[in-house]
């Protein structure tokens, strides 16, 4: 079972990379 606040954390780290990797793809 995954605490809910490192659940967010894991969400934010994964949407700052998704923003990252779009940001690279469409450079």
């Known amino acids: ?3 809910i ?3 967010q ?3 934010e ?4 990379r998704m ?3 779009e940001q690279e ?3």
């Open 25 to 27: 793809a469409w450079v």
């Open 13 to 16: 780290d994964e949407l700052d």
């Open 19 to 21: 923003l990252c990797g």
């Open 5 to 7: 606040h490192h659940l």
């Open 9 to 11: 954390i894991f969400r």
């Open 1 to 3: 079972v995954f605490p």
